[in-house]
């Protein structure tokens, strides 16, 4: 399994250099959310590039996907990307982590002046309806509020195409294709 990053539109670099935090997303902590939100231990605690993170954890070449790491590492590379897509749209969007008290919780929520996208990070090429059940759980969550809509729901994933789970099923997007599919939210 490789994952093969974007060039930075802003400086060119291939590794999130412009970017480099070592501060995870913050939580989704809003006034407008009715939920109280506690932080949480995120997988992805840095931008680091993925081949970084395999060297510091010992995890050779053809070795990731049998990794107990692989889908902390996918989550971390997915974060870099739409830290990436964010800073090249030239209008940058909050990305928060969203976990609460009930455990609900999903990877990321980007924020438009309210109109929120969640995504879910899913290292398998099937998503199923289950894997979208923390959208489910948290938009009802959030929905309670006027103020905050669920505008839309994307598992980032290896699908062989990209498509939608049901009618009202959250977007199945490859991670690959993030950025492509991504024009226009984080603008």
Not at 13 to 41: E, G, I, Q
Not at 56 to 83: M, Q
Not at 120 to 149: I, M, Q, Y
Request: aromatic residues 8%.
């Amino acid at each position: 399994m490789r994952f093969e990053s974007q060039n930075c539109q802003k400086c060119g670099s291939k590794d999130d250099s412009c970017l480099s935090s070592s501060r995870p997303p913050p939580p989704f902590r809003s006034s407008r959310s009715p939920a109280r939100v506690r932080w949480a231990s995120p997988a992805c605690s840095s931008a680091a590039s993925p081949t970084v993170t395999c060297y510091f954890l010992g995890i050779g070449t053809g070795e990731l996907d049998r990794s107990p790491y692989a889908g902390a590492i996918f989550e971390t590379w997915v974060y870099g990307e739409l830290r990436k897509s964010i800073a090249a749209s030239g209008r940058p969007r909050p990305l928060y982590l969203y976990r609460d008290q009930e455990n609900r919780e999903v990877d990321f929520v980007m924020d438009r002046g309210g109109r929120l996208t969640l995504f879910e990070c899913k290292l398998t090429e099937s998503p199923s309806g289950r894997d979208a059940a923390g959208f489910d759980a948290v938009a009802a969550v959030l929905r309670k509020n006027p103020n905050l809509e669920v505008e839309r729901r994307v598992i980032v994933a290896r699908p062989v195409e990209d498509h939608r789970l049901g009618a009202e099923a959250p977007d199945v997007v490859h991670a690959a294709r993030l950025f492509e599919r991504l024009e226009g939210v984080a603008e």
